[in-house]
C-alpha cells in the first residue's frame, strides 16, 4: 500500500457501492450519502456487490488518486449498511488490503511512565 501523509483519516463506506463508478460518482456519493468533503484528502474505502473487490478514492493537492483491488481468494470483511461510514485506523487499512479481519487489530496504549530513573 501507498504511504499516507499524517493525518489522513479512513473511511469504509458501509454497504455495497456500484464499483462501476469512477473518480466523479464516488466522489458525488462522498458528498451526498457520506456527507463528507471528497477533497479533505481522506481515504473512502468502498467495497462492492462481490466482497472480493474495494475501491479506494482519495485526493491530493493535484487531483484525484482511484485504486481498486480485487482478491484472488477470500473476501473483504466488511461492515454491515446500518454502520453508516465506519473509520479505521492505518493498521487496520494494511489488513483490509491484505483480506484480512482488520477488525481483530486492536492498539496497544502507551503506557506512561510513573517516574524517572
Given at each position: 500500500m501507498i504511504g499516507?501523509?499524517?493525518?489522513?483519516?479512513v473511511y469504509l463506506a458501509a454497504g455495497r457501492t456500484d464499483l462501476r463508478r469512477g473518480?466523479?460518482?464516488?466522489a458525488a456519493q462522498i458528498?451526498?450519502?457520506?456527507?463528507?468533503?471528497?477533497f479533505s484528502g481522506h481515504l473512502f474505502v468502498f467495497r462492492g456487490?462481490?466482497?472480493?473487490?474495494?475501491?479506494?478514492?482519495m485526493y491530493d493537492t493535484?487531483?484525484?488518486?482511484?485504486m481498486q483491488k480485487r482478491l484472488t481468494e477470500g473476501k473483504?470483511?466488511?461492515?454491515?449498511?446500518?454502520?453508516?461510514?465506519?473509520?479505521?485506523?492505518?493498521?487496520?487499512?494494511?489488513?483490509?488490503v491484505d483480506g484480512l479481519d482488520w477488525r481483530a487489530a486492536k492498539t496497544k496504549p502507551i503506557?506512561?511512565?510513573?517516574?524517572?530513573?
Open positions: 499516507l501523509p499524517d493525518g489522513v483519516r473518480i466523479d460518482g464516488l458528498q451526498t450519502v457520506l456527507c463528507q468533503d471528497p456487490r462481490s466482497s472480493h473487490t474495494i475501491k479506494v478514492l493535484t487531483g484525484f488518486l482511484l473483504f470483511i466488511w461492515p454491515s449498511p446500518a454502520d453508516g461510514i465506519v473509520t479505521i485506523s492505518r493498521a487496520q487499512m494494511s489488513l483490509l503506557a506512561k511512565p510513573l517516574f524517572i530513573v
